[in-house]
């Protein structure tokens, strides 16, 4: 079992910057997949980034590429979502997913949530 806690959610007005970071229980991070997504209201949850378990690989989706960055720690069982020039758009919760499998995207491979962290962007 493997516990999620995103942080790091807030107000920031267009073109700034957040950086999300999420804490994991467990011993065995190292061993999962750890994806980003977010949901804004009135739609459905989307990928935003992923990175395999020992940071080698990384997938963004295209709305997001050249402007966010997910990295991660696996001494300190944290993965982070750093978020730059941020758009309106970007608005949603943010949720950290852990997946067993290697660098899989897809929230339906994903096997463990956390409960997300609002971002909004205002413009």
């Given at each position: 079992?493997?516990?999620?806690?995103?942080?790091?959610?807030?107000?920031?007005?267009?073109?700034?910057?957040?950086?999300?970071?999420?804490?994991?229980?467990?011993?065995?991070?190292?061993?999962?997949?750890?994806?980003?997504?977010?949901?804004?209201?009135?739609?459905?949850?989307?990928?935003?980034?992923?990175?395999?378990?020992?940071?080698g690989r990384t997938?963004?989706?295209?709305?997001?590429?050249?402007?966010?960055?997910?990295?991660?720690?696996?001494?300190?069982?944290?993965?982070?979502?750093?978020?730059?020039?941020?758009?309106?758009?970007?608005?949603?919760?943010?949720y950290c997913a852990?997946?067993?499998?290697?660098?899989?995207?897809?929230?339906?491979?994903?096997?463990?949530?956390?409960?997300?962290?609002?971002?909004?962007?205002?413009?």
């Amino acid at each position: 079992q493997v516990q999620l806690v995103e942080s790091g959610g807030g107000l920031v007005q267009a073109g700034g910057s957040l950086r999300l970071s999420c804490a994991a229980s467990g011993r065995t991070f190292s061993a999962y997949t750890m994806g980003w997504f977010h949901q804004a209201p009135g739609k459905e949850r989307e990928f935003v980034a992923a990175i395999s378990w020992n940071g080698g690989r990384t997938y963004y989706t295209d709305s997001v590429k050249g402007r966010f960055t997910i990295s991660r720690d696996n001494a300190k069982n944290t993965v982070y979502l750093q978020m730059n020039m941020l758009k309106p758009g970007d608005t949603a919760v943010y949720y950290c997913a852990a997946a067993r499998l290697d660098s899989v995207y897809t929230a339906i491979d994903m096997d463990f949530w956390g409960k997300g962290t609002l971002v909004t962007v205002s413009s």
